[in-house]
């Protein structure tokens, strides 16, 4: 049984500030367009996870999310796309879990920036 969770209502930042800042120097406007712009790349790899979907390109799909969420510090979101690439792809009730845990991790990450 796989066990899928994302991390839910963030207090603090969905993203780890001092990995990203080994990148930005501390730069909060660069820290800043760097997630805005890791949203709407994000949002694309999901729609090619989603279209993925029970084919063989499920894995392919799932492990180019997870080096884009780590590069950012999105260790949640990473980790899931870890659980998502070792997933057999014709698994398709937990692919669609594991893809709204995902989906709720870039929510919660957009809501972050926006202050909501």
Known sequence: MV??????VHTRPPFDRAHLSTFT???MALERDILEHFC???QVHIDNLIAAIG???WNENAHRLKGAASGVGMLVMAKLCAQAETLEFQNVDVARQIIAAIQAEL??????????
């Open 55 to 57: 084919t063989a390109k």
């Open 107 to 116: 929510s919660a990450l957009i809501d972050y920036l926006h202050g909501n």
């Open 40 to 42: 709407t790349n994000a």
């Open 25 to 27: 120097s501390g730069d």
């Open 3 to 8: 066990s899928i969770s994302g991390s839910g």
